[in-house]
């Protein structure tokens, strides 16, 4: 029996949305091959396919020292940029780290990433993209789904919600990228709204901007609950609790907070970011600054029709990105590219 084995650190940092994408991928790949493949979770030795969704040196040694007739499959989740808008990093790790990590992906004979924004930055650092494919993460119907509405409302109630409330959710690392700053900003213009944010440093001291949002996490204004780093089972009901998902960060790629909202059927509000177009298309709300945010947010407590609109819209996303619509992208890349990656049943060839 062919072997298929998944490598990855991502459960050692909570909070991470990496890891929700990893815990959907190996759930697909057994649900699709698990009879016919042997699917392992690193493992001590490489399999016939290699999937490394983690950048740790460990998984890097192993592909280089016993690679050479495996097929390696490099999930692309950061590039350098990415990560100097998250952490604070000393200037000589931080040149060796990103030395490291381009020399990682290129050696992975070939690439999946979350976004086709990436290629083309991934080209700029010399790593050759003609094996590079785009598949989105998903997630799963049975983890996010919307509740009715006597139990959203009984959820809503152990929030401290009462009717007619309008309730804002952010959910992420308190970093700055993700705008956690103009996120209390926000709560603080809008004292009839109520303010939630799911999500902690999971970096620690070493977070990009750790002082400052430390501060506000201490002192929030009298509308924003700052929940902490909250485990996956119980994000299902934050989501149904919530009016909106509002997340203003600087820099993403394809949060997975936005498929999970989706999943659930609630109005999304981002960023006008670029790197969303190709992706999201009109699946959300958007806005630039504060002013445009806060805009929107009162459209969407205020005025029923807009509301709808912009859940419909999320749910037509939810659609657009489900399990059977990646699934098919896996097999399009097994079959076009002459590799296995969880649904294909062509022969093994590494790339020329």
Request: one cysteine or more.
């Amino acid at each position: 029996m062919r072997t298929l084995h998944v490598f990855s650190k991502s459960e050692s940092s909570e909070g991470q949305g990496v890891h929700s994408a990893f815990l959907e991928q190996v759930k697909l790949a057994e649900e699709v091959v698990g009879k016919d493949y042997s699917i392992r979770i690193n493992p001590c030795m490489l399999g016939d396919i290699n999937h490394f969704h983690t950048v740790n040196l460990r998984f890097y040694l192993k592909n280089l020292l016993f690679g050479r007739k495996k097929v390696s499959v490099g999930y692309v989740h950061f590039l350098p940029e990415t990560v100097d808008e998250s952490l604070k990093l000393p200037k000589l790790y931080r040149k060796v780290f990103y030395w490291y990590l381009i020399k990682f992906y290129k050696s992975m004979d070939y690439h999946v990433v979350v976004n086709p924004y990436f290629i083309d930055l991934m080209a700029d650092y010399g790593i050759n993209t003609a094996n590079t494919v785009y598949i989105p993460n998903f997630v799963s119907s049975e983890d996010f789904y919307p509740y009715d509405e006597e139990k959203r409302r009984a959820v809503r109630a152990e929030y401290g919600l009462k009717e007619g409330d309008f309730a804002v959710l952010g959910v992420g690392q308190t970093q700055t990228r993700k705008g956690v700053v103009d996120f209390v900003e926000l709560a603080r213009r809008n004292p009839d709204m109520k303010f939630f944010w799911a999500g902690g440093f999971s970096f620690g001291k070493i977070t990009d901007g750790y002082e400052e949002i430390k501060a506000l996490m201490d002192a929030p204004p009298a509308n924003m609950t700052f929940m902490g780093i909250v485990g996956r089972d119980k994000m299902n009901e934050i989501y149904n609790m919530a009016d909106v998902m509002f997340l203003p960060s600087y820099a993403e790629l394809f949060p997975m907070t936005i498929l999970e909202s989706m999943a659930v059927g609630r109005a999304v509000l981002l960023r006008d970011l670029p790197i969303y177009n190709n992706i999201l298309f009109d699946y959300y709300q958007k806005a630039s600054d504060n002013n445009g945010f806060e805009k929107i947010l009162r459209r969407l407590k205020n005025e029923p029709s807009f509301r709808k609109l912009s859940e419909d819209a999320a749910r037509r996303g939810n659609l657009f990105y489900n399990k059977a619509s990646v699934g098919t992208m896996w097999k399009d890349f097994g079959n076009n590219r002459r590799v296995y990656c969880y649904i294909s049943e062509d022969l093994l060839e590494a790339p020329p």
